[in-house]
């Protein structure tokens, strides 16, 4: 897979809801870079969708993240995605559980002919051996494992990029 661009990418946000984030390892982090690739994304013209996994369940996406969405997440029962909830071009995502949702929408995407780049340090598990695994599994199926730093610098392009500044602040 070449370099992500901001005009061939879209960010896909899964299930990081209420009930569910306090148990995931690295919690913080997850929702922190997820915001930063959100707040990125947003400024560089990269569409952005979301979705819940039974919100009724396990509530709402986190607010913290759902303030930053152009849009409300899309509520889901099966644990992968529908891949038509994601935009056009290659599918950047992160998201929980590594190893349930962010994994079966993964791999529902890559059946559906789609390009994945998956955000290591924007995905979480409750036990970090999942999120691990996961990540090994999803690479074996031709999906780029990336991070956030790496997505948003390849979504600038160059430093010339007149939102750089603003973006190069998200980093720091």
Known sequence: MPLLTAGDSTLLVV??????????????????????????????????AATEQNPEGLGRTVGVVADLLPTPAV????????PDVAGPGTVVVAGCEAHVCV??????????GREVAVVAD????????????ALDRMRAHGVDVVTTEMVVFEW????ENAAFREVQKLIK
């Open 103 to 112: 994994l079966q929408t993964v791999l529902a995407l890559r059946a559906a």
């Open 156 to 159: 600038l392009g160059t430093s």
């Open 75 to 82: 509520a889901k029962t099966s644990f992968a995605a529908d």
């Open 15 to 48: 299930d990081l809801q209420e009930r569910l984030m306090p148990a995931i390892a690295g919690a913080d982090a997850v929702l922190e870079n997820t915001g930063r690739l959100v707040q990125a994304a947003s400024r560089l013209g990269v569409g952005v």
């Open 122 to 133: 924007a995905v979480g598990s409750r036990r970090e051996t999942n999120r691990d695994r």
